[in-house]
């Protein structure tokens, strides 16, 4: 368990997890383009599946470390519900529920302490 939370708590974990929404951020955009699409609709695709099963691993091992206290941080609960929106599949009704993908992308917040404090100022 001490394995696990120096693991999400080192600064390599956060800056990993920034590149991966930074990735993330270019494919959604990617996807606006139909001619991006044709070209590399398949890869965009994998890319988007796989970073975002990345987050919910990242989440997972969060909550088996932090447990409760998981939920004291209104940050950690603002990543739970984008990556758990990320999930529902946007088909149908639903279908504008894949707009929502771009809130990936304010995870940024959460892993920036600059950027939270920022956030924070605000409110």
């Known amino acids: 368990m001490d394995a696990l939370k120096s693991l999400i708590e080192s600064r390599r974990f956060d800056l990993a ?3 991966l929404i930074l990735i993330n951020a270019v494919t959604l955009g990617l996807e606006t ?3 991006a699409i044709a070209a590399f609709g398949p890869l965009l695709t994998a890319i ?3 970073i975002l099963g990345v987050f919910v691993v990242e989440l997972a091992i969060r909550l088996v470390v932090y447990r ?3 939920f004291r941080d209104p940050w950690r609960i ?4 984008v990556v758990g929106f990320a999930l529902i599949p946007a088909t149908g009704s639903l279908s504008v529920l894949r707009a929502l993908r771009i ?3 304010l995870r940024l917040i959460s892993i920036v302490p600059s950027l939270r404090r920022v956030v924070t ?3």
């Open 121 to 123: 100022g605000f409110i």
């Open 17 to 19: 997890i920034m590149v």
């Open 103 to 105: 809130l990936r992308v």
């Open 33 to 35: 383009s139909p001619d």
């Open 78 to 81: 603002f990543d739970l519900f």
């Open 68 to 70: 409760t206290r998981f």
């Open 48 to 50: 988007d599946r796989a």
